[in-house]
């Protein structure tokens, strides 16, 4: 894409007006993401294994931290600017960016986005308390989190109780449960895990969801089977059981009831899967670009050595149309992204909430739509293992399989709500 002239290069999200500090981040993602991430990327998805040496970057590099306010030692990136900065990874390495994504989300959610939920005093100073004690194990000690709430019935959708649940005993919760597709699997030090509180009195209500650090090392807790998907390879999103895992009281991420106020105050918490999306949306247009243009040895993968002669596929004016119909989509893709971001906040309103909802279906199907493009433009050759856009390709086909918002989902409830005032029925 074309060059930003101070930036050296034009981020997922376009040439934007940047702040200062922003413009820093998308640097240091960028540099990561191309001389680190980009060449391990194959390696990770060919075994099927976590990219412990693109976290150790990460980790030192402080973007660990990236949303940890400043005031715990973090970096203090407000939701648009950790949006832009993952897109930027995902351009790279689509597993390191997703993985990513779970790990932020747990210090957003408990940051940023826990202050615009309204709670009662006690609960804001016991928060206040709590994440101190998260936000220094990020900070100081470089921990992960995992954020495995999947567990195969309608919760994850929103349409559920969670089956897991957390018994209160002294001092803490007693959890009990499955989770599935658990990203970080064995990698994470703590699994935000969503849980249903057992009252004893068999009537589980999602108004009840706890969300609780679980530390990987408890007694009780489990990871089991296989990880051999179509894409996304390098997440290692395997199962976790929990039997009678004790969780004390100050593993709480939030407190009681908060999460199921975030979920409906704060519907944005659910676009942060997207930008990976969107970063490999770019990485298969720029390479189609450079591709056609002759730039890349198809045998090799590398840069034409001097002397060597180049494979030029440009001048053909189908591949030149379907340069541009893969700019359209990305271009319009990219659009509602930004204004999405730009918007997110608690309470939007119903016309913020139905872009939101466009927004994401449009990234995680058109992800995959510019990727088979991209393929089908490049040819045959394109399509080899040494290559990075079958790896794009499959990756790309995950986004829209994630919950709640799978493309199926946004498609229902963007129908439902354009065509039902809240409370309205049929007779
Ligand atoms: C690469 C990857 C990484 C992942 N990482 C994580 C992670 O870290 N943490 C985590 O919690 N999850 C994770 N997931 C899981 C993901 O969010 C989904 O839970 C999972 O893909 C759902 O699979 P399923 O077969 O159980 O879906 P099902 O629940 O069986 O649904 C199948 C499809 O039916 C539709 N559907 C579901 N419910 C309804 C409904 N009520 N009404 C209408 N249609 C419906 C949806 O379109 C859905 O795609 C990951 C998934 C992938 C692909």
Redesign the pocket.
């Known amino acids: 894409m074309d060059a930003l002239p101070d930036l050296g290069f034009t981020p997922v999200v376009g040439d934007l007006a940047f702040t200062s500090r922003q413009r820093s981040l998308l640097s240091l993602a960028h540099e990561l993401g191309r001389t680190r991430f980009a060449p391990r990327a194959a390696q990770w998805d060919e075994t099927a294994s976590f990219p412990f040496a693109n976290y150790d970057d990460l980790r030192q590099a402080g973007l660990l931290a990236l949303c940890v306010p400043q005031e715990h030692g973090g970096l203090g990136a407000d939701y648009p600017t950790y949006m832009m900065v993952a897109a930027e990874i995902g351009r790279f390495c689509g ?1 390191t960016a ?2 990513y994504n ?1 790990h932020i989300c747990s210090t957003m959610w408990t940051g940023v986005l826990a202050d615009g939920i309204p709670m009662a005093h006690e609960q804001r100073a016991e928060h206040g308390r709590r994440r101190k004690l998260h936000f220094k194990r990020v900070v100081q000690d470089g921990a992960i989190y ?9 919760a ?2 929103g ?1 559920a109780p969670f089956g897991t649940t957390a018994r209160r005993v002294e001092g803490g919760w007693r959890v009990n449960g499955r ?6 699997s064995g990698a994470a030090d703590f699994y935000g895990v ?1 849980c249903t509180e057992d009252k004893g009195d068999e009537k589980p209500d999602a108004r009840d969801t706890l969300y609780l650090a679980v530390p990987g090392a408890s007694p009780g807790f489990a990871i089991s089977g296989e990880w051999d ?1 179509l ?2 390879r390098g ?1 290692v ?1 395997r199962n976790l059981t929990f039997k009678d895992v004790f969780v004390p009281d100050d593993e709480q991420l939030m407190p009681r009831g908060i999460y199921f106020k975030g979920a409906l105050t704060w519907p944005a918490m659910f676009f942060t ?1 997207a930008p990976t999306y969107l970063g490999l949306a770019t990485a298969a247009y720029d390479f189609t670009v450079s591709y056609l243009r002759g730039e890349i040895n198809e045998g090799t993968g590398e840069p034409w050595r001097a002397g060597e002669r180049k494979t030029v596929r440009r001048m053909y004016p189908t591949k030149q149309i379907a340069v541009a119909q893969m700019r359209i989509q990305l271009e319009a893709m990219k659009s509602l992204f930004v204004r999405a971001i730009e918007e997110a906040g608690p309470d939007p309103s119903r016309d913020v909430r139905m872009r939101l909802y466009a927004a994401h279906y449009s990234v995680m199907e058109g992800a995959n739509d510019i990727a088979r493009l991209a393929i089908r433009t490049c040819g045959g050759q394109s399509m080899m293992k040494h290559l990075p856009l079958e790896r794009i390709y499959r ?1 790309s086909r ?7 918002w ?4 946004v498609l ?1 409830r963007m129908g439902r709500e354009t065509l039902y005032e809240p409370g309205e029925k049929d007779e």
């Open positions: 597993a997703l993985t779970m995992a954020q495995p709430f999947s567990e195969g019935s309608a994850a959708a349409r989770k599935i597709f658990a990203s970080l969503l998907p894409g996304m997440t999103s899967l990756d995950c986004g829209s399989l994630m919950l709640p799978t493309a199926e989902l229902d």
